[in-house]
């Protein structure tokens, strides 16, 4: 390699794989031919599907999870079972209380679909225009589930009213006094149901169960990060049950539609928290990543998403699922993820990862690495933003684009589906509400998946092991040749997923073809580990419905490059809302709170 393309003070690591490029392999993807269940067919076949192994084993099989088998090259790898990767240079660490807001980027007030942002409500809580509790006060009867016509409550699943209220008024009570916490005092957020809080109940979209689902005596580490700096926690998110697909369809606590167009699904399994930021209720939510479920909803509802570098912000007990933000500008996703960053001491992987520096390089190289048989995939309206968008990095920011090869991508992501779906069947099987029948209490459609995914056997497990270190070896191959590279690709082919039927939101659906169409590109970040970045494009015209939707771009980088990613991005903000045709855009149901909670203070 040569050494005048080296980073200066290039960082060191524990776990980094050696950097060796891959053989060649042609790009081939057979059509999926995955049958498809929705309504009572759905209820008919589930029940059939979880009693009958040899019916698991056949749908597995025709599924392609035996693809694996006979690859070429696989035997020359050994298998690598954790993807983190843990840069362990010193840096400078980031101090939320001592952090000015006014060193973040503000977009301007006159453009167009502009969202309020921390900073906003940081600068009016200071100001006592509005206070914490007057936004808790109201956004509590948009978004309770007990209060009658509440417009926004199938986003959430539950909201502790009494410690929200306690909070705000704690908060309100510090900006009186001149005492306030930092930047993130006060200001309202989610978690989805996934992770868990101090005071809910952790159900992962499952159906109620208390018996099953205790309420949880402490927060995970990230989201007590943000309850130390003072953010006020709204309630639990709506999301896809175990996080098993990519709509966010949920027959047992409803489902969330897109705030863009209503014909749409919000995307998942991080529905909820997408709901909620592109709505304006919040100016930032919490989610979970296993496989895009972080940054498809962000993509289809038209707002930011990082997921980390694998067990970045905490160690969830997956080898592909990490925690992560979702939020309305760059700069709430930047703010956020500088605060949960911060690593519990006592978690002996997390502990291990040096902190972000203060400011990441002005000075970092910028290349986009394009694998284009893969990247032209994409449905063509898809295809169009995401060029533009190219071109204009290219000619307009100064980017290099380079030609690169990634090997067995489809093969990969079979691998990455099953991987996540055994450990999926793993953790179903830990909280059974029947331990005589552990798929019972599961809704019709993740029944089948989970009952298709628990019979992949040891033999294929461990290829996949094998074709994640070869995958790894080569990024690492592709990092080293061009320092600073980020690969880009569209967040999701598809421009958004139409909501076929309306009995689809009552029994659920089962369509495995058109979620591994849907999962394309994402499943790469989290079978590797790497940190990846979905931004808002642009919009186009709709399938059903009348509005337009959301498209997303993503990039993806080296281990432990958030910061640099976080840069990109705001390259990309600045696309949206400077440059491209028609800018950004908020949905019709989007609440503007600040002037919801002006009018509570005057009342």
């Not at 290219?394 to 690169?404: A, H």
Request: with cysteine.
């Amino acid at each position: 390699m040569d050494e005048s393309k080296q980073p200066e003070a290039a960082p060191r690591f524990f776990g980094y794989p050696r950097a060796v490029e891959a053989p060649a392999t042609p790009y081939r993807k057979k059509e999926d031919a995955n049958p498809v269940f929705t309504g009572v067919l759905l209820l008919i076949g589930a029940w059939i599907v979880s009693k009958i192994q040899f019916l698991q084993r056949t749908l597995w099989a025709n599924a392609g999870f035996n693809g694996l088998r006979g690859l070429p090259y696989l035997k020359d790898y050994r298998e690598r079972w954790d993807p983190t990767v843990i840069p362990i240079s010193d840096c400078d660490s980031f101090d939320s209380n001592a952090f000015d807001p006014k060193s973040l980027p503000k977009i301007p007030e006159n453009v167009p679909g502009r969202y309020r942002s921390v900073a906003d409500y940081h600068e009016l809580y200071l100001s006592g225009l509005i206070t914490p509790l007057a936004v808790v006060e109201s956004l509590l009867p948009l978004i309770r589930r007990d209060v009658p016509n509440s417009r926004h409550s199938v986003a959430f699943i539950d909201s502790n009213v009494e410690e929200i209220l306690k909070e705000a008024k704690a908060s309100t009570q510090r900006f009186k006094d001149g005492t306030s916490l930092g930047i993130m005092d006060g200001i309202p957020t989610a978690i989805k149901d996934e992770t868990d809080v101090a005071g809910y109940r952790t159900r992962s979209g499952r159906k109620q169960n208390d018996q099953v689902f205790k309420i949880a005596e402490k927060s995970s580490w990230p989201v007590q990060t943000l309850r130390n700096a003072g953010s006020i926690i709204i309630g639990k998110l709506n999301m896809h049950e175990l996080g098993a697909d990519t709509t966010n369809n949920n027959p047992n606590w409803g489902t969330p539609r897109n705030p863009h167009n209503s014909q749409y699904y919000t995307g998942g399994s991080s529905g909820g928290a997408a709901y909620v930021v592109a709505a304006g209720l919040v100016p930032f939510a919490i989610g979970a990543d296993g496989g895009g479920s972080i940054r498809i909803p962000s993509s289809f509802c038209g707002i930011y998403g990082l997921k980390p570098s694998h067990n970045r912000l905490e160690d969830l007990g997956s080898t592909v699922t990490v925690s992560g933000p979702l939020a309305a500008t760059v700069s709430d996703l930047e703010i956020t993820y500088r605060i949960m960053v911060n690593s519990d001491p006592s978690d002996p992987t997390c502990s291990l990862f040096a902190k972000p520096s203060v400011k990441a390089s002005a000075h970092r190289p910028k290349i986009i690495g394009i694998y284009k048989e893969w990247f032209e995939r994409a449905d063509p309206a898809v295809l169009k933003l995401c060029n533009e968008l190219v071109a204009y990095y290219k000619e307009k920011l100064g980017y290099q684009v380079v030609d690169i090869t990634i090997p067995y991508v489809p093969e990969g992501q079979l691998a990455h589906a099953f991987t996540i779906l055994s450990e999926m069947a793993v953790r179903a099987r830990a909280k059974p509400f029947d331990p005589s029948n552990w798929l019972a209490g599961l809704n019709p459609a993740n029944q089948v998946l989970l009952a298709v995914g628990a019979q992949t056997p040891a033999q294929d497990y461990l290829l996949a092991q094998q074709l994640r270190n070869m995958l790894m070896q080569h990024l690492s191959f592709l990092y080293q040749k061009h320092p600073g590279l980020v690969i880009v690709t569209p967040t999701s082919p598809m421009a958004g997923w139409p909501i076929a039927s309306e009995g689809d939101l009552k029994y659920g659906i089962t369509d495995g073809n058109t979620s591994i169409r849907n999962m394309e590109y994402v499943w790469l970040a989290n079978f590797c580990g790497n940190p990846a970045i979905s931004c808002p494009v642009g919009y186009a015209e709709p399938k059903k419905g009348t509005n337009r939707v959301p498209v997303g771009i993503m990039a993806m980088g080296e281990w432990g490059t958030e910061l640099e990613l976080l840069e990109w991005g705001r390259e990309c903000e600045k696309w949206l809302n400077e440059v491209s045709s028609g800018g950004r855009q908020r949905p019709s149901n989007w609440e503007d709170v600040v002037v919801n909670a002006k009018g509570e203070m005057v009342s």
